[in-house]
């Protein structure tokens, strides 16, 4: 029995470290709509400054939660500087660009801290005072967990005199129910707004500070833990602070109980938690329905045909592609099948998407599922590519078809969620089922048959699977579906009233775009002859988001457009040191300055030259 | 006067140009190196100093046959897919004569994968897995460090002397841990028929929850705990295990616990008396690892980590070859490799093997103490990884025909 209690209370001192992080996450999403990915990276900078400041006063008491709580105050204030330069200017962004210029910023601070602190893992010193252990029931108890245990409560207990028992608390409330009444009353938005980000990000540095006598600093700790964050976040309802507190005392037992039941399987764990959490209470536990925005997405103008200029322009190009390999040498052509594969994902993204208005953060979990499909039964059942290339999508249809059922029961911010924890489920469970899927050490040796085994057969491969996908996908977007489905992202009430199922009619298009994700992954799996958990995992739904957005999301070449600059880019600055910096600066640059993306920036051009009219779509 | 001065400048000044032409006129060869350098830095930098080194050691004395050595390093961001495009780039682009590097056992895979299908030599230098040069092994793929069966075989055999019977083990849970463990319990019954193993703990590497974990063992009352996690899951493991008391009385038996990358953040807080395997870089005394410890301290100021000698042998290896080898085809290059010698590196001589194309580089195996504040080892040996292979027979049966 003692020896349950230990470890309840060991559950709780990781729960009250979670809840340190995910309740400044979840104070910045309720007021300002923003999905901050880049929380844990204040989290990671509270660690690594509390770290520095406190080789400073080694050993005094004072001296350590001196430098506690200085770190925090540093990383707050560097939240607030980031709140007033950048994400002010996207507020009014769609989610998925926010949460993608924040990813921008977690790229940019890594490398940061790489370039300040060094490489190396840092094990700061344990809290002088609290450095021993407490016997409970004869169990030895580290003091500082039982620090923990009090601070989260605390913390708690905090929070809700500030947010009920003061002014800037009232305000601060009202935005959360309501930005634009509070803003029309004549409050200073934008202040409220840093201040916020000010205390959310305190909160993260505090967090990331206190870990130090706990855990060894190093450059995965950022998304290690936003990831986890997001989980508590998400259960406990979006902006609910008491909310995050009961999810992390669910995910902080749930670990500690779960190492005792099922020590294989305690990452697929939380995200099933969630999962399930999200079909019952779809807005969390104790979230409440995302009160309509009043300035919700301006309505995109209709989608034309292309004119007979666009007609030749990409008659043109596919020319150009067919004729590719007599006039580039061998490994464009292994580029060039890249950019192809990354255009039919970017594409069937753009599909639920841009078309859609469906928004999915784990795309990426269609991608692997049709790689490993494809991967499965080359392996188990002796299949050749061809059967492959057809077993890959079906794999993927089906995974979307399970899936898709229950994220199409939610819109918005809250579908982005859902859709990053099947991306997430995907993701653990090819990690960790060893048996079937190698785990990390992925599927090798799927290579080509004979006849498409020399790089430029596969080339034409790739260009009639994926150019045919694409095209494919452009002519449902023309189709009634299409239409359908477009109707759903502007007017969902209006497309229900004209009699139009449509949630049966998501539904099917995020089946179809799983589809289409699947035969890319398909192709990819023989492109690089093997397979490896990391294709479903978050930075690869990240790359999706970027190829669309870079394109444009509301233009249908855009995702190709996309996914060439994308692939060339990435191929050309991974050559230097802190790419990842760049890569960041330049998604943030993207969202700020040309939100509309590169051939949303063509098109605005062609208007304005007369070349094309309002409204008309780039081919 | 100053008209002299200036047309002797001018021809001193063409001359050096001249000799500068001359040099870069014998085409460098290139080898091609992929390495996970934004996602691991931690080790993978020590590596690259090491590489350097070796690099600017040979072009110092004149390169390979009087051609530089040029070794064009890519970053693989810890993801086996870029890791592969790469290599295809190395190959079909820059037409490099080799490949060598990756550091994580799944990118090593999938490299040596590529290396077979485009039938190009690789030599992988840091991935542990047996399956590199074992079940996944191809004509085409060797491997330098020592596999984790290999160390696994050297730490069972001190595990056996200490008498323990009942074992805990406590490993990431992925490829990596789940292969030590398995490696370690099959060595460790060949000399200790009776051992019987407990408790296994799996924690997910890299976000181990140690308090719960330590528990879970502690609860079990095992003899002796054999220990797989690394970095920053180690540092929060021996913490709450120190904490709690899990180490006391208990041997404790722990997979490269004492390579410098792992045990030098620990500080103060090093375990003491854990067997591990490591590197001691300051205590080893034989000549060539004095001559590689000054020459590193001289041109990095720092002292060599693990990844360091990794880094050089891989690249005295590749000079080995080249210099051995009279032509440059990829066939002529691996018939060359097989039982290659390298006569002379700071770890001491070793050979690679023609039968399963490992390396017979071996490790350090001793115990950790700490001294001034640091964690270190003490009582080691160097165990020569030809004494830690499986027979002839048994490689046969592992490795697949060619």
């Not at chain 1, 930075?539 to 999706?544: E, I, L, T």
């Amino acid at each position: 029995m003692s020896f349950y209690f230990a470890q309840f209370l060991t559950g709780l001192a990781s729960a009250s470290s979670l809840f340190l992080v995910a309740c400044g996450l979840s104070l910045i999403f309720g007021v300002t709509r923003i999905v901050n990915f880049a929380h844990g990276s204040f989290y990671m900078l509270g660690a690594y400054l509390a770290y520095t400041l406190v080789q400073y006063v080694p050993g005094s008491i004072v001296g350590f939660w001196g430098s506690v709580i200085a770190a925090a105050l540093v990383v707050g204030l560097i939240g607030a500087i980031i709140e007033v330069v950048m994400l002010r200017r996207i507020y009014n962004a769609p989610e998925l660009y926010q949460l993608v210029a924040t990813f921008g910023i977690v790229l940019i601070v890594q490398d940061a801290v790489l370039w300040i602190f060094g490489a190396e893992d840092k094990l700061g010193p344990r809290a002088p005072g609290l450095d021993g252990i407490v016997r409970i029931f004869g169990e030895p108890i580290p003091q500082y967990d039982l620090l923990l245990v009090a601070l989260g409560p605390a913390v708690l207990g905090a929070l809700w005199l500030l947010l009920n028992r003061t002014r800037w608390g009232v305000l601060v409330r009202a935005a959360t129910l309501d930005r634009e009444m509070v803003a029309s009353l004549g409050v200073n938005q934008s202040w409220l707004f840093t201040t916020v980000f000010f205390l959310g990000s305190f909160l993260a540095g505090l967090g990331g500070a206190l870990q130090v006598p706990r855990v060894s600093i190093n450059l995965l700790m950022d998304l290690s833990i936003i990831a986890e964050a997001f989980v508590v976040v998400v259960i406990g309802g979006m902006g609910s602070i008491p909310g995050a507190f009961v999810a992390a005392l669910l995910i902080g037992e749930l670990n500690a109980f779960g190492v005792l039941v099922l020590p294989q399987a305690t990452i697929v764990l939380a995200f099933v938690v969630m999962a399930v959490v999200l079909v019952i209470r779809p807005y969390g536990l104790f979230g409440k329905q995302e009160t309509a925005a009043h300035a919700a997405g301006q309505v995109e103008a209709p989608i034309r045909p292309a004119s007979p200029l666009k007609r030749t322009i990409a008659l043109a190009l596919l020319a150009l592609l067919l004729v590719l390999p007599f006039l580039m040498g061998e490994f464009a052509l292994v580029l060039a099948t890249d950019i192809l594969i990354f255009a039919l994902f970017a594409a069937s993204l753009h599909f639920i998407m841009g078309n859609s208005g469906m928004v999915s953060f784990g795309h990426a979990a269609y991608f692997a599922l049709g790689c490993y499909g494809a991967a499965f039964l080359v392996k188990y059942f002796g299949g050749s590519m061809e059967m492959a290339l057809v077993a890959g999508p079906l794999f993927a249809g089906l995974g979307a078809l399970v899936f898709g059922w229950f994220c199409v029961r939610l819109s918005g911010v809250y579908m982005a969620m859902l859709t990053l924890a099947a991306a997430q489920i995907v993701w653990s469970t090819a990690f960790q089922w060893q048996e079937l899927t190698g785990g990390d050490d992925g599927l090798l040796g799927i290579w080509p048959s004979d006849w498409a085994r020399s790089k430029t057969a596969f080339y034409y491969l790739s260009l009639a699977l994926c150019g045919g996908g694409i095209l494919l996908l452009r002519r449902m977007i023309f189709s009634p579906f299409g239409y359908a489905l477009r109707g759903g992202r502007d007017n969902p009430n209006r497309t229900e009233s004209i009699g139009i199922d449509l949630r049966a009619q998501q539904w099917a298009a995020f089946v179809i775009a799983g589809v289409f994700a699947g035969i890319a992954g398909g192709v990819y799996v023989f492109s690089k002859g093997s397979i490896f958990p990391d294709e479903a995992a978050i930075p690869r739904s990240v790359d999706a988001l970027v190829m669309v957005l870079l394109g444009g999301v509301q233009t249908l070449s855009g995702p190709i457009v996309g996914a060439g600059v994308f692939r060339l880019l990435e191929d050309e600055i991974s050559r230097l040191d802190y790419w990842r910096a760049i890569l960041g600066g330049i998604i943030v640059g993207i969202v700020i300055i040309a939100p509309e993306g590169i051939a949303g920036f063509i098109k605005r051009i062609a208007v304005k030259a007369g070349l094309e009219r309002e409204g008309e779509t780039a081919a | 006067m100053k008209l002299f001065r200036f047309v002797a400048g001018a021809i001193a000044a063409a001359v050096v140009g001249l000799a500068a032409m001359a040099a870069q006129a014998a085409d460098p060869i290139k080898v091609g190196e992929i390495n996970s350098y934004t996602r691991l830095p931690a080790f993978t930098d020590p590596y690259k100093k090491g590489w350097q080194l070796a690099v600017d050691e040979i072009n110092a004395a004149g390169g390979i046959k009087g051609r530089p050595l040029q070794i064009i390093d890519r970053d693989d961001a810890g993801k086996p897919g870029d890791a592969v495009k790469i290599a295809e780039e190395m190959v079909s682009k820059e037409n490099v004569t080799m490949l060598a590097g990756t550091f994580l056992s799944n990118i090593g895979l999938a490299v040596a994968d590529f290396a077979k299908q485009n039938k190009t030599l690789f030599l992988a230098s840091e991935p542990l897995a047996d399956a590199i040069v074992w079940e996944s092994g191809n004509r085409y793929t060797f491997r330098l460090r020592p596999s984790t069966t290999m160390q696994a075989a050297m730490l069972a055999k001190e595990a056996a002397k200490t008498g323990a019977k009942k074992w805990a083990t406590v490993a990431p849970n992925y490829a990596y841990g789940k292969e030590a463990v398995a490696a370690f319990k099959k060595e460790l019954t060949k000399l200790v028929p009776d051992a019987e193993f407990v408790e296994e703990q799996w924690p997910p590497v890299f976000k181990i929850d140690a308090g719960p974990v330590v528990r879970a063992v502690e609860a079990a009352k095992p003899e002796a705990i054999f220990n797989v996690t690394f970095g920053g899951d180690l540092a929060q493991f021996v913490r709450e295990g120190n904490l709690r008391g899990l180490f006391e009385g208990r041997t404790v038996v722990s997979l490269l616990s004492g390579e410098p990358e792992y045990l030098e953040p620990l500080k103060d807080e090093a375990p003491k008396g854990w067997i591990v395997t490591g590197y001691p870089a300051k205590d080893i005394d034989t000549p060539e690892h004095k001559a590689f410890f000054d020459a590193y301290m001289k041109k990095w100021g720092e002292a060599p980590k693990l990844g360091s000698i990794v880094g050089y042998n891989t690249v005295k290896s590749i000079e080995a070859l080249l210099n051995k080898a009279d032509k440059y085809d990829a066939e002529t290059l691996v018939e060359t490799m097989k039982g290659l010698e390298v006569p002379s590196s700071p770890s001491g001589p070793f050979m690679y093997r023609a039968q399963d194309h490992q390396s017979t580089m071996g490790a350090w195996v001793g115990k950790t103490d700490v001294k001034d504040g640091m964690g270190v080892m003490v009582d080691w040996f160097y165990a020569d990884g030809a004494d830690y292979q499986p027979s002839d027979e048994e490689v046969a049966k592992m490795r697949p025909a060619e």
